[in-house]
């Protein structure tokens, strides 16, 4: 108990066989060594703000405290540290972070002249490896602490059992929020230069981790781009619902989706940083985008045939004029050919109307089955292919993003 207090390792003798002194030619020669000084650590996290995704990085405010195992708490003298003050060996356990800043005043524990305990707040930049899938992006972060100096045969860093990591109720991120929190203990390997030998030495160093896990709010995602975007795109497809005589109409409806579509990811877009890859974002656009193209399509082909109704049914039903006259010419040219072939059985002769109106109505009732088919084919397909399309598409990333 003693050895811990002082911070000093707890040395025994060792008379085994198989020590290095039986290369000095003494088969018992007793050798010393050291049991490591233990160090349980723990965290409280304060604060997570200034998110930066072109960093990678966060900053972030917490309270760590370090204490040598095995020390009773109850008879321990607190004090402020003075400063530039040293204490082995929690005076060489550091964060490994960017821009770590101790906020004053550090806490010390005493029992006698040495310190046992130390209790620190941190404001530093937390390195994070972000993931590019907005919005089922999951970020890694890690926050270690580091023995600098000691190897982990003299000084080694652990969590305290129960409690080693809280985090503040009341702590909010934006858009963002922290799935997990786990410690780990690490072992750091630093390669050492060689001066006589062309090998490098390692020497391993005790550090023990926070591992941050940070995921997106889908909730919100959902409600302010998903769900209104599905509900454009089916708003569009309602134009299928509408007479197909009407195709102002249907343009017209098609057209106010497809502009505030455009307006909802443009907007939505320039909420997330820019990314190297293809995001599950970008998936989503490029499905409404196929979905739009496939949809115009079709209603180009109901325009189409539309038009052609309108046409052949205009030639079928011309005007009682055109007729009549066409009529009259008709009958006129047959009186002649009667007059001047004398005794010849004459046939009347079927009104040109008739005779034109017999391969137009066929092409307009084929041009409006064509039609029919097609907008019944917009009626059930489309919503169809939506449905399924968006559940493929949640399904998937949920399943990559556990």
């Not at 579509?261 to 409404?288: E, H, Y």
């Not at 049914?313 to 006129?332: A, F, G, I, Q, Y």
């Amino acid at each position: 108990m003693k050895v811990h207090v002082e911070g000093k390792p707890m040395c025994h003798k060792d008379t085994t066989e198989n020590s290095c002194c039986k290369k000095r030619g003494s088969a018992n020669c007793p050798r010393t060594f050291c049991e490591p000084t233990v160090v349980e650590t723990s965290v409280h996290i304060e604060k997570v703000a200034n998110i930066d995704f072109d960093k990678q990085t966060f900053e972030a405010v917490l309270t760590s405290e370090q204490w040598l195992r095995g020390v009773n708490v109850t008879p321990v003298r607190h004090e402020l540290m003075k400063t530039d003050e040293v204490f082995e060996p929690l005076s060489e356990i550091s964060v490994q972070a960017e821009e770590n800043v101790v906020l004053p005043p550090v806490h010390l524990a005493f029992v006698g002249d040495a310190v046992v305990g130390r209790k620190t707040r941190h404001k530093m930049s937390v390195p994070c490896h972000f993931d590019e899938a907005f919005p089922f992006d999951v970020h890694n972060c890690d926050v270690c602490f580091l023995a600098t100096k000691s190897s982990t045969d003299e000084l080694l860093l652990q969590w305290v059992n129960s409690g080693a990591i809280t985090v503040h109720p009341r702590l909010k991120i934006a858009n963002l929020y922290i799935s997990s929190v786990t410690p780990r203990t690490k072992t750091h390997q630093v390669s050492l230069p060689s001066k006589y030998a062309s090998s490098s030495l390692q020497r391993s160093h005790s550090s023990a981790c926070v591992v941050l896990q940070l995921r997106r709010v889908l909730s919100i995602c959902v409600i302010r781009f998903f769900l209104p975007s599905s509900a454009l795109f089916l708003l569009a497809t309602c134009a299928s619902f509408i007479s197909r005589s009407e195709v102002t109409c249907r343009i017209l409806l098609i057209t106010v989706s497809m502009l505030s579509q455009l307006v909802l990811v443009s907007s939505f877009l320039k909420t997330f940083p820019s990314t190297s890859t293809i995001s599950a974002l970008d998936i989503w656009i490029l499905l409404l985008i196929a979905q739009y193209c496939f949809f115009i399509a079709l209603e180009l082909v109901v325009i189409w045939t539309e038009e052609n109704a309108k046409k052949y049914k205009r030639l079928m039903n011309e005007s009682s004029d055109v007729r009549e006259k066409s009529r009259s010419r008709h009958e006129r040219i047959a009186s002649k050919q009667l007059f001047y072939r004398e005794g010849s059985k004459a046939s009347s002769c079927e009104p040109p109307s008739n005779v034109y109106s017999t391969p137009f109505r066929k092409s307009h009732d084929a041009s409006t089955l064509l039609g029919a088919r097609v907008q019944l084919v917009e009626r059930v397909l489309l919503p169809t292919i939506h449905f399924f399309s968006v559940a493929f598409y949640f399904g998937y990333y949920q399943l990559i993003s556990v």
